[in-house]
């Protein structure tokens, strides 16, 4: 694989206490079949938890890629980092 | 100690940022939402259905609110009116861990089980070395008789097929001094007498069954309803909870509607240099060892359940005394907040006159996201002290024991060792060294596994917040014996 799959993590304060704190732990024990795959990338406040009906409920947002992550765990993360590759696979 | 990918620790956040906002928009009029709002009728209930689990939120509110569920003495009373009633408190509430009894899913007693792994073989090393006689061959495999078993484990040990397994009760595994056990319902509690509030129960829970006492809404009260000055004391673990610069932070805080912010690594300093000179003159008097004293809760542990070791532990105060002092000192009307990792120092706050209340950084937290407050975009404003590099390494584990040792220097011969998390392994170790003694005359104990950076009120990973630490650690100024603090 070419590139390898950036995995964008808002750190800005709303997203930081609301669970992107604990998505950090990719960069240490990400599973096997993903870890050498991926680039984790600290990204500041992308000012997407201002919207005013939502506000930070909407948070953590993890980009993977081009795709956006709303309410992002651990799991729907990495879940969305598998299908990623899996494109990328075949598209190869 | 804080679970990564944990459900229950994520609501915990979600409940104190709810009633942060709920205080700042109408003071609690409309409370009695919070619950519906983190439940709606549409979710997956995590438990029977959607209301158990509103029920369950409406406990954890209270705590969030500073009330103790066990004090429940009316279920008809509303989060609105438990809000207004912690409004009206002048002090703050008393630190205390409880349990939410119908939240308590009264795990199994923590037992042996043989599995259907188990071959039912001839050697029959489970049977033979149980020494109550509990286990006996019911059609081809191993059965425990429980009202027999006893829990040694010598089973589980012995058996080759790995077929016996231990179901474990996750808060009575994690408390190390036994003080949560269940009731006849097979429901947890907790002894007050016994517990040393370091929250690993808390943390461990599976269900989010145990709470304590917030303080959060009693320092929003004085923030936004008194004209006091209100102080904001920074642990040092505070480095890499809220990404952005420390100075951002200070910001923050002052956007918040703290007066001023100090950190407690000035503290620290002070803490280090004392007790590096309490070590040379015990060492001198001929003591065979000394214990660090700045983990409140092994200082309680110490005071309850290892009285052994009593005489051994140091009689220097702990960098949050020493800072609240400074604080006071300079403005004794103030309001003095610390602001830390660590759920023991409520309890510690409660025997120091200096301290006024104890917040988490997931608090502060909570404070900083109902407020729509970014860290990272705040003005950088300065600490009104500036702490050594000595106190700023506290937070991780050898930390306290290195800067101690730094100080001490050649004027003796300092040997260290980290007791790395206040575990019952490492209680029977402290244990011996009281009465048998031991090869090293340093001993740092840290209940936490990591150091403070793994406390259960912190936010960031502690690996993370370690490298943080660090990091800061190496733009301090080096401390000397004679180093004036607090300047």
Partial sequence: MANKIKVRICVGTSCFVMGSAQIQSLEFNAPDDIADKIEIVEERCMNLCKDIEHKYNRGPFVFVNDELIEQASYEKVVAKIREEIKKECNNE | ?487
């Fill in chain 2, 1 to 487: 100690m804080l679970i990564p990918k944990n459900n229950a620790n994520l609501m915990r956040t979600k409940i104190l940022i709810k009633i942060a906002e709920s205080y700042l928009n109408d003071k609690f009029a409309n409370a009695d939402r919070i619950p519906l709002d983190l439940r709606p009728k549409e979710t997956v209930p995590s438990r029977c259905c959607v209301y158990k689990d509103r029920a369950v939120l409406k406990y954890r509110c209270m705590a969030g609110l500073g009330h103790c569920p066990e004090e429940e003495t009316d279920e008809l009373t509303t989060l609105r009116e438990y809000g207004e009633e912690a409004l009206k408190r002048t002090e703050a509430p008393k630190n205390k861990l409880s349990v939410i009894d119908i939240a308590c899913s009264a795990c199994v007693k923590s037992q042996y089980v043989v599995t259907e792994v188990c071959r039912g073989c001839f050697a029959q090393p489970c049977r033979l070395n149980c020494p109550k006689e509990a286990i006996s061959i019911v059609k081809g495999r191993a059965h425990i008789d429980p009202d027999k078993c006893v829990n040694c484990g010598k089973c589980f040990e012995v058996c080759p097929y790995h077929s016996i397994v231990k179901i474990p009760v996750p808060c009575e595994e994690a408390c190390p001094v036994g003080a949560i056990t269940k009731d006849e319902s097979g429901r947890e509690h907790i002894d007050v007498e016994k517990c040393i509030s370091c929250g690993k129960c808390l943390a461990s829970c599976p269900f989010g069954a145990i709470v304590e006492r917030s303080q959060m809404i009693d320092v929003l009260r004085q923030i936004k309803e008194t004209d006091k000055k209100v102080v904001a004391m920074l642990a040092p673990a505070v480095l890499g909870q809220f990404p952005g610069s420390i100075n951002s932070l200070v910001g923050a805080l002052k956007k918040v509607g703290f007066d001023e912010v100090i950190e407690v690594a000035v503290g620290a300093d002070i803490t280090t240099q004392k007790e590096a000179a309490e070590f040379i003159e015990r060492m001198e008097e001929g003591k065979p060892f000394m214990t660090t004293s700045c983990c409140p809760a092994y200082f309680r542990a110490a005071q309850v359940h290892i009285p052994e070791i009593r005489p051994f532990v140091s009689d220097t105060k702990t960098p949050m005394y020493y800072t609240a002092e400074l604080v006071k000192q300079e403005c004794p009307e103030c309001v003095s907040v610390f602001v830390g990792p660590c759920l023991a120092k409520r309890a510690e706050a409660e025997y120091d006159p200096h301290v006024d209340y104890v917040l988490t950084f997931e608090e502060l937290g909570a404070i900083l996201v109902a407020s729509g407050i970014n860290v990272d975009e705040c003005p950088e404003e300065p600490f009104s002290k500036i702490s050594h590099a000595q106190g700023r390494q506290f937070p991780v584990t050898g930390g306290v024991a290195g800067a101690v040792a730094s100080l001490v220097g050649d004027k003796f011969d300092i040997r260290p060792e980290k007791i790395d998390g206040l575990t019952k392994e490492n209680i029977r170790l402290l244990k011996r060294y009281a009465t048998k003694g031991g090869e090293n005359n340093m001993l740092e104990v840290m209940c936490c596994e990591g150091g403070c950076v793994s406390g259960p009120g912190c936010i960031a990973l502690s690996k993370k917040a370690a490298k943080a630490v660090d990091a800061y650690v190496q733009t301090g100024k080096q401390l000397t014996p004679d180093s004036k603090i607090g300047e």
